[in-house]
């Protein structure tokens, strides 16, 4: 038999503030990027504005192909290109969402470089007016969502879980939004996508370890707070680990193998999943351990 | 085998039955080259396409549009219907492009949402989007003119040679494909192609009458049960123009003699009047076609000169097509200028290269898993194995079964599913694993296992499901089809990764004494 991770008796809470201070330190990185560049670097869908992928009969250097955008009178806009097999495509942000305007690119890229002709792979025009729209009604959903999680957990558990949990998941989220931010990715509507999907995977995290904790808590009466939820950590660890793998496992896949459409939604999964791993060992046991000491200490009760 | 678990199984034999039936089609479609697909008849074709799984836009490449209606200088009735008459002009339009399931439909107060798959010939489809529609009231020409026309066409065909072996489609290359010829020709649905295909012959514009022309109708019609299109010859020059009628709308009891029948009455402008009854007079007992954008929408009889410019058009209407009808009228052209707001086209390349993608990386990630769990849990992790497959299997099914988009997103979701279709049976491996280590027997561990762990993997699935449900709300098509993916894939793995594995276990437990669990 294979077994990860069985039998272990690491003394999670602790070391909790470490926990605390690491998480703490990722959150505020996170915070101050997101303040001194006003936002995170929305995309196209956010912003309004268009995205042309292009591919080139021939491959051509970035550079060449900027200066003759820009010599062809196309201000601020932002060429990407693709790696591995894909060199010789390139993708184009602008900020102007005028129609037409793709084809006055392919035009610019024809004359320039006899020879070489641009097939349009993919065009994204934004109106700044849906922009904005698109940007609502995203904060909408991941608010809702969030607070939809935190009715549903709050209602089965304890406000004490609830809370616990729902800081964790709070954590996995905007720390993934955060390293993405670092990454220099774009936060896009498929990006938007992973971050919700993240939200549910990592409750559901979540809910295991806390499943367990309450089965200790009627179980081990005599041990203190933190020690029962040691043993319950501990427990549920090889299965944390291994559904993590797992989900792991097809999303590395489809980091590496799913194209460059899927990949800032693949890498996000990437992260969350991480991430949550982390968080449901280290800060979501942990926390809920800590408003549990308050509660029992506002109720006159030794704190364990 | 107990009572319980035959019904166990039943159920999962049906389940997985009933998912190949769904499945059948999507495989027979998609596995056809473009040449079997030609080949087979025109309505067998579309009710495959239809129970096939659909492809998002992202995936068969295509243009999402949205388009706003600008009313702001409309009156606050004009403006009403504005978006209404902007929808009809343009699906019109669309239809004319050949575009297969075009996919038209009003968004909100004044948006329209345009998703034309295949189609990136980005140019036209604009030019398409921005013209003018052209309304015009043209004379049929009478049944012998008619005739006349058509058979000149038929002798110039022959003498063309098109090699035709059965000798009525040699002699009457074109009218041989008619199954009515008098004031107008008909033709069956599936002779369309062929049919067109004869009249875009090099040099026919030639034997056409220079004053005549030949348009087909814009709507199918039906001719003894049969549907098709009509095919008329018309006068070239137009009798009138659109912009002299004032308004157009459907009516009940405009025939007199079948008050019960639906029509459309309209009123012209004071030009159009006097143009009207010097039209209607010169032609009394001749048909006057209403003619749209270069195709024909109805083509009423004169009964007898109109002077006060109130016309009505009756004939074989249903309330639904004497509404369009009383719309094309009055929505010649566009009402209230269009703008896109929104564009998203992906071309032909993009959308097989990124299926192909999608698949390999949703392969390439369930073999890893495969190769986990059979490493991790051997025996035990084949069941979760085959519980995996019949998972994917149930949640393709499903899809192709409710008509649902599948989209890139999509494939990720399936993807991701597989990775975490394997959680449940993790929650319930581990918890034998345990009650295994605390010296329980097979049976009464598989039992824990199942009963203590189901509560966790109810509530670990809904969550899932509950920000799906939100994503659902949010997204964009693609996107949607990833929410889609994703509940239909976990509320099949409470089925197979539950159901199904224990149902395996006690068949298993049944056989007799079990020492070991290989897990």
């Known amino acids: 038999m294979f077994q990860l991770m069985v039998g272990t008796n690491f003394p999670f809470m602790q070391y909790r503030r470490i926990a605390y201070v690491v998480s703490a330190l990722m959150a505020l990185a996170t915070t101050g990027w997101l303040v001194m560049n006003r936002g995170p670097r929305y995309s196209v869908d956010f912003t309004g504005g268009t995205l042309l992928q292009i591919r080139l009969s021939r491959e051509l250097p970035a550079d060449q192909l900027r200066d003759a955008l820009t010599d062809a009178g196309f201000q601020g806009l932002e060429l990407q290109q693709l790696t591995g097999e894909h060199r010789n495509e390139f993708i184009i942000r602008m900020k102007t969402t005028a129609p037409g305007e793709d084809t006055l690119v392919t035009k610019a890229i024809e004359q320039r470089f006899t020879g070489e002709s641009v097939e349009l792979r993919r065009v994204e025009n934004v109106g700044p007016k849906v922009g904005s729209e698109l940007r609502q009604k995203a904060i909408w959903a991941v608010l809702s969502s969030l607070g939809a999680i935190l009715l549903y957990v709050g209602v089965r558990y304890e406000f004490k879980f609830a809370l616990g949990a729902v800081v964790a998941l709070f954590h996995d989220v905007f720390v993934t939004l955060g390293i993405l931010c670092f990454a220099n990715r774009e936060v896009s509507l498929t990006v938007v996508a992973a971050l919700l999907t993240l939200a549910g995977f990592s409750i559901n995290d979540k809910i295991v370890v806390f499943d367990r904790i309450r089965e200790r808590h009627k179980s081990l009466r005599k041990e203190t707070h933190s020690r029962m939820m040691d043993i319950a950590v501990n427990e549920t660890l090889s299965r944390t680990i291994i559904t993590n793998i797992t989900v792991l496992l097809s999303s590395v896949a489809l980091l590496v193998w799913g194209g460059e459409v899927l990949r800032d939604f693949s890498l996000a999964i990437v992260l969350g999943m991480l991430l949550g791993t982390y968080s449901s060992v280290m800060l979501a046991s942990a926390l809920a351990l800590d408003i549990w000491i308050q509660i029992d200490r506002r109720k006159g009760v030794q704190a364990a | ?519």
């Open chain 2, 1 to 519: 085998m107990s009572r319980n678990d035959q019904w166990k199984l039943a159920g999962v034999l049906a389940a997985t039955l009933l998912s190949f039936w769904y499945l059948y089609p999507s495989y027979r479609y998609y596995s056809m080259t473009p040449a079997q697909r030609a080949a087979l008849p025109a309505q067998e074709l579309k009710s495959l396409r239809n129970r096939a799984i659909h492809l998002g836009l992202d995936l068969q490449g295509g243009m999402h549009l949205v388009l706003e209606v600008d009313t702001s200088k409309l009156s606050a009735a004009e403006a009403a219907d504005a978006p209404a008459r902007a929808l009809e002009v343009i699906r019109r339009r669309i239809d004319q492009f050949g575009v297969t399931e075009p996919l038209i439909q009003l968004e909100g107060e004044n948006r329209i949402v345009l998703q034309l798959p295949g189609l990136t010939d980005r140019g036209t489809a604009m030019d398409l989007l921005g013209k003018t529609a052209k309304l015009e009231f043209k004379l049929v020409r009478t049944p012998e003119e008619t005739q006349s026309v058509f058979e000149r066409l038929d002798a110039f065909l022959a003498a063309q040679g098109t090699a035709q072996v059965d000798t009525a489609f040699r002699r009457a290359p074109l009218t041989s494909h008619f199954l009515e010829l008098s004031s107008y020709a008909f033709v069956r649905q599936e002779d369309l192609p062929v049919v067109e295909r004869l009249l875009a012959t090099p040099g026919i514009e030639n034997v056409i009458p220079s004053d005549s022309e030949i348009l087909g109708s814009s709507e199918d019609i039906a001719f003894q049960g049969v549907t098709g299109r009509a095919l008329y010859v018309l006068k070239k020059e137009p009798e009138m123009k659109g912009e002299m009628i004032a308004s157009a709308e459907a009516r009940l009891g405009l025939d007199q003699t079948n008050p019960g029948a639906w029509g459309v009455s309209m009123t012209m402008t004071p030009r159009g009047r006097s143009e009207f009854a010097r039209v209607t007079g010169n032609n009394v007992g001749r048909q006057l076609a209403i003619v749209l954008d270069g195709l024909v929408a109805s083509a009423p009889v004169i009964r007898e000169r109109i002077p006060s410019g109130d016309a009505s058009i009756t004939g074989n209407f249903d309330v639904e097509n004497a509404k369009v009808l009383g719309i094309v009228l009055r929505a010649g052209a566009l009402p209230a200028p269009v703008r896109i707001i929104e564009e998203r086209t992906v071309g032909p390349s993009l959308g097989s290269d990124s299926i192909k993608q999608g698949v390999t990386a949703g392969l390439v990630g369930a073999v890893l898993v495969v190769v986990f769990m059979s490493i991790y849990y051997q025996g035990s992790g084949l069941i979760a194995i085959a519980a995996l497959l019949l998972n994917v299997l149930y949640v393709i099914a499903t899809m192709a079964g409710l008509s649902a988009t599948l989209t890139l997103p999509g494939i990720a979701g399936i993807a991701l599913s597989i990775g975490m279709s394997v959680d449940a049976n993790v929650l319930i491996f581990e918890r034998i694993r345990e009650e295994l280590r605390n010296k329980k027997t097979v049976r009464q561990s598989v039992e824990l296992g199942y009963d203590r762990a189901f509560r966790t993997i109810l509530d670990s699935n809904l969550t899932v499901i509950l920000s799906c449900l939100f994503l659902f709300q949010f997204g964009t098509g693609p996107i949607k089809g990833f929410a889609v993916t994703m509940i239909v894939g976990l509320v099949a793995n409470m089925f197979t990764a539950v159901l199904f594995t224990r149902m395996i276990y006690d068949w298993i437990l049944s056989r007799g004494k079990v020492e070991r669990l290989s897990i």
